[in-house]
């Protein structure tokens, strides 16, 4: 079974709108990091949250960490045609040297 | 500085066929990880290299091996290959041991095996 579930599978909207992708864990997660890729390409590190609480943001994506530190969300303000792609969210296991990924949220953003 | 890159970018391959991937670190990292990615799926963790020693597996058999060399490139072989071999195959690098250290990954390598 997967040990992050994301949510929305996938995603369509229109240009301009905000959204919001859900990532949750069933353990305390150590550090929780959002990724990015681009349909059959290599991933692009967006942001990384390791406090409860934790708020980030980078120009209009915002990806906060909860208090529990099981479950983080990613928005996006306004979005744009750039935004589209595979939105990943991954966390370490807390011991070894292991790195596990959610199973992606499929984001398109239509003109 | 230069990035993480891969070689090849495409693959085919055969069943039972074996096969060998390729990554360059960053400069100056000295920890790569290797994971694959099957369509439609997050990427599974294989196997991590920090100096040269693997330092951390995940559920992958045998066939999967790696080594890291003392410029810490990297490069997986895969032997007896399955048709659930066919995947894009990641490599990231990251500065230090283990997983917490952000990770900068390559472009992929896409597998294929008819």
């Known amino acids: 079974s997967q040990e992050l579930e994301q949510s929305p599978q996938s995603l369509i909207v229109q240009e301009g709108k905000n959204l919001t992708i859900n990532c949750t864990s069933s353990k305390t997660l150590y550090g929780l990091y959002w990724y990015k890729q681009k349909y059959g390409e290599g991933l692009i590190f967006l942001m990384m949250l390791q406090k409860g609480g934790e708020e980030k943001s980078h120009e209009k994506i915002t990806a906060k960490l909860d208090e529990k530190k099981q479950q983080s969300s990613l928005h996006i303000t306004a979005s744009q045609p750039s935004h589209a792609g595979i939105y990943l969210c991954g966390a370490d296991k807390g011991t070894g040297n292991q790195f596990y990924f959610g199973t992606g949220t499929s984001l398109t953003v239509i003109p | 500085e230069t990035g993480v890159t891969q070689s090849p970018t495409h693959l085919i391959k055969t069943r039972g066929q074996q096969v060998t991937l390729r990554c360059s670190s960053q400069?100056?990292?000295?920890?790569v990880s290797w994971y694959q990615q099957a369509l439609g799926q997050g990427p599974q963790f294989i196997f991590q290299y920090y100096r040269e020693e693997e330092n951390g597996r995940g559920n992958f058999p045998p066939r999967f091996s790696g080594l890291q060399f003392p410029n810490y490139s990297s490069e997986l072989n895969v032997n007896a290959l399955e048709l659930d071999d066919s995947a894009l195959y990641l490599c990231a690098s990251s500065g230090g041991q283990g997983a917490r250290n952000e990770q900068f990954f390559g472009p992929g390598t896409r597998l294929t095996v008819l």
């Open positions: 400069s100056g990292h000295n920890t």
